[in-house]
């Protein structure tokens, strides 16, 4: 059974995470997919997320296209999390095209192209935004 893994915050979740998710699934058999923790959004991108982790979780663990969903705590983990589930594949945005070129000597690694003009920073701040000027 081939295994894909994916990583991602899953914040306001929109049609883009669930594009990347979809076509994730359809490379195996298992799609499992690491949901950031709060504190480790806080330290990639400088916010709280606006759901919480488990919020965040049940939202993806709700997919038919995902298997198993699981914390993830750290950044530098990511190749403990590969030999975990013994993913063949690492699925990730394009964002980190490169980043983690690294792991190849563990599983494959993809990178997807994100939905173009669709980002959850970018709904923010239209909300944002709307919000301020009602």
Not at 46 to 72: H, T, W
Not at 91 to 118: H, K, N, Q
Request: glycine residues 8%; hydrophobic residues 40%.
């Amino acid at each position: 059974m081939k295994t894909i893994i994916t990583f991602g915050t899953f914040d306001v979740f929109h049609i883009g995470h669930l594009r990347i998710l979809e076509r994730a699934g359809q490379l195996g058999e298992r799609l499992i997919v690491g949901v950031s923790s709060d504190a480790l959004n806080m330290q990639k991108k400088g916010r709280m997320p606006v759901y919480n982790q488990n919020d965040r979780m049940g939202i993806v663990a709700g997919l038919k296209c995902v298997d198993s969903v699981f914390l993830e705590e750290s950044l530098e983990k990511k190749a403990d999390y590969i030999r975990q589930f013994n993913a063949d594949t690492l699925v990730m945005g394009d964002d980190w095209a490169g980043r983690f070129d690294s792991l190849s000597y563990l599983c494959e690694v993809i990178y997807f192209p994100r939905t173009p003009s669709i980002s959850t920073t970018s709904i923010i701040e239209v909300i944002t935004y709307q919000y301020q000027n009602l």
